[in-house]
């Protein structure tokens, strides 16, 4: 399983970015994708997770409301729609695929890992 993620970058306070996560290998559509982020000295923190077909999905509540994540199967990649960005928002963001998930906000519990896109917001 590879994961390639991309859409990273650099955006002033309120803007929006599109990340996304393309998947290679293990069947994408039985999979639970989510997204973590790593800022500067601090652990993975969980953003979003959604189920394999769609139907639910699940957010932090640091993000709830400005952040939406998707996923088409057809393509085997997740996205990542971010708007309202602040500088708070500022890490590296993985996407990580799972099976069998169960507590999906936790990093242990997903299997694979892609290598991690920057997104840094100014103030």
């Known amino acids: 399983v590879q994961l390639q993620a991309s859409g990273g970058g650099l955006v002033q306070a309120g803007g929006s970015l599109r990340l996304s996560c393309a998947a290679s290998g293990r069947t994408f559509s039985s999979s639970v994708m989510g997204w973590f982020r790593r800022a500067q000295g601090k652990d993975h923190e969980f953003v979003a997770a959604i189920t394999s077909n769609g139907g639910s999905t699940y957010y932090a509540d640091s993000v709830k409301g400005r952040f939406t994540i998707s996923r088409d199967n057809a393509k085997n990649t997740v996205y990542l729609q971010m708007n309202s960005l602040k500088p708070e928002d500022t890490a590296v963001y993985y996407c990580?695929?799972?099976?069998?998930?169960?507590?999906?906000?936790?990093?242990?519990?997903?299997?694979?890992w892609g290598q991690g896109t920057e997104v840094t917001v100014s103030s």
């Open positions: 990580a695929q799972g099976w069998g998930t169960v507590r999906l906000d936790v990093p242990r519990e997903y299997s694979y």
